[in-house]
């Protein structure tokens, strides 16, 4: 069975992820009344395990609670083990994205969440990505962390569907066709 990989990210309508020193709080800017997860429950109710990227992963275990109940597969080359407290919920794994694939398709993880700047470049440059959720908040932040490669991509990008949230908020699902 082949994977599914799904980049699921909000960025600004700059197209950054986090700011210039890799913060992510004018995501809490966002006028939110009623705790909406903006479809993100739903999201990783089709999802196998996540793949996250070291900067990302350290991002997370800040927040205090770890947020995830599957499984999550950290990628690096230079951390040398991961935090206790999260022991038997995240995994490190030092791997190239194709090998990567593999590993986890044998541990039955087929539909994958991939999360994290230069992680989500290298599977794109590797065109292992299948599907973007993208989430444009209307903020610019100036400068900060890409998502994006700096790469052209030749394979066909279908927008499949695109929907306003919070009446400030601009969602679009695409396809990758590979």
Request: no cysteine; glycine share 8%; net charge negative.
């Amino acid at each position: 069975m082949r994977t599914k990989n799904t980049v699921y990210l909000a960025q600004s309508l700059d197209g950054y992820i986090a700011d210039q020193d890799g913060g992510i709080d004018w995501l809490s800017e966002i006028d939110n009344p009623q705790h909406s997860d903006l479809g993100f429950a739903e999201f990783m109710a089709d999802i196998d395990a996540l793949v996250m990227g070291r900067n990302t992963f350290e991002q997370v275990i800040g927040f205090g609670q770890w947020p995830y109940d599957k499984p999550v597969y950290v990628v690096s080359h230079s951390l040398a083990k991961l935090p206790p407290q999260i022991q038997g919920k995240a995994y490190l794994i030092r791997a190239g994205e194709h090998e990567l694939i593999g590993q986890l398709s044998k541990l039955g993880h087929h539909r994958l969440y991939i999360d994290g700047g230069k992680l989500v470049q290298n599977f794109i440059r590797a065109a292992l990505v299948d599907e973007l959720i993208v989430t444009t908040v209307p903020v610019i932040l100036g400068s900060g962390i890409r998502w994006l490669p700096d790469t052209k991509i030749t394979h066909k990008i279908e927008l499949v569907s695109s929907q306003v949230l919070l009446n400030q908020l601009v969602q679009s699902r695409y396809k990758i066709h590979l």
